[in-house]
């Protein structure tokens, strides 16, 4: 080896060192490293995304008497949880005051005035007998729902009217914006706070392997699957068969109820999500990592987010 071309390979080593450590110094603070199950991953590429598990929102609904904690997630089965919780709550009330399981918001609840029904204690928190549960509903579309819900049916939804990309360029701007100055307290804006992550709730940050989270995605079988938990949840935790069995219909029967029809609207809704790129970018950046948190099927994201192309550390 001559001089010459000692020299250019020291030159060339020279030059990988910098490479080197270019990347090494400059690559870390670029990446998009999140913890998800206790790990940190780092999920390069996705950096534009909503993170998960700001401590944004809560909505508890407690049966002391069962020692059972439910969270209400906006969009996913509130109502529902709600009337359940409070039939657990106080029984007698429930129907002293004519209350069923499809009531609505429009319906006045009394189990809504009691503290302990709102605030779980800390002795309840702390026992290692409490059960918690909530729904969980695809965030496309608990989207889709809250679309037709707040800007196609009640208009109220920023000024979009009912136009679609400007409301879901709403929420990704409002939402960008709380995760990076959150202060834990602060009050919720109506559109955030039905759009917020699902892991944006409940304090899904502190605790969420002790929750049991009842999906309910488009598939009715894993509907049905989702009521059966329920009623085995129910039942352990002392709730009487006879109402456990009362519970479990009505909820069938709700489903029923539901899935028979698709209005135009909803058909047109899902048909922008599913064709309009502007929107599933967007999408794609607010809910990517509900799919990562929660086990949903991930069949009508985008190629790229179906796949598991982030690396977990072993
Ligand atoms: C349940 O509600 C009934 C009727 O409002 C009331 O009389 C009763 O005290 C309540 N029970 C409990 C445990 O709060
Ligand atoms: C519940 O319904 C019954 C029968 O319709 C009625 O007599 C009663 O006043 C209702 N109670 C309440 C609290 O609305
Ligand atoms: C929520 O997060 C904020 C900011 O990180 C923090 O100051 C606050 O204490 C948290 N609140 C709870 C209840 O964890
Ligand atoms: C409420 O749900 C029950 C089944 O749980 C159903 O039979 C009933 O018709 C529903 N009532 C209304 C007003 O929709």
Redesign the pocket.
């Known amino acids: 080896m001559n001089v010459k071309a000692l020299k250019f390979s020291n030159i060339f080593l020279l030059i990988l060192l910098i490479l080197g450590l270019y990347f090494y110094l400059i690559k870390p603070s670029r990446l998009a490293v999140v913890v998800v199950d206790g790990k940190v991953v780092d999920f390069s590429g996705v950096e534009e995304f909503i993170v998960p598990f700001v401590?944004f929102t809560q909505l508890f609904y407690v049966a002391p008497k069962h020692k059972l904690i439910s969270c209400g997630i906006r969009k996913s089965m509130t109502q529902l949880t709600m009337n359940i919780m409070c039939l657990l709550y106080n029984e007698t009330q429930f129907y002293d005051d004519n209350q069923s399981l499809n009531d609505t918001w429009l319906t006045e609840r009394k189990c809504l005035e009691n503290d302990d029904f709102i605030y779980p204690t800390e002795s309840l928190e702390n026992d290692i007998e409490t059960a918690r549960f909530a729904f969980i509903r695809d965030p496309i579309q608990r989207f889709v729902s809250l679309y037709l819900n707040k800007c196609v049916r009640e208009k109220s939804c920023y000024n979009c009217g009912d136009d679609m990309r400007c409301t879901v360029w709403k929420i990704y701007e409002g939402l960008k914006k709380i995760q990076d100055h959150?202060?834990?307290h602060s009050e919720i804006g109506f559109m955030e706070g039905h759009a917020a992550p699902l892991s944006w709730n409940c304090d899904f940050d502190?605790d969420l392997p002790k929750w049991q989270l009842l999906m309910m995605g488009a598939d009715s079988n894993e509907r049905k699957s989702s009521i059966l938990h329920l009623a085995n949840i129910l039942k352990k935790q002392g709730v009487k068969q006879e109402l456990v069995e009362k519970i479990q219909e009505d909820m069938i029967a709700g489903e029923t109820g539901h899935s028979t029809h698709k209005s135009a609207e909803r058909i047109e809704a899902e048909r922008q999500v599913r064709e309009d790129p502007f929107i599933r970018d967007l999408l794609h950046k607010i809910y990517f990592f509900d799919y990562v948190v929660f086990p949903f099927k991930r069949d009508h994201l985008d190629p790229k987010y179906q796949s598991n192309f982030w690396t977990l550390p072993k």
Do not use: E
């Open positions: 401590n959150w202060d834990g502190k």
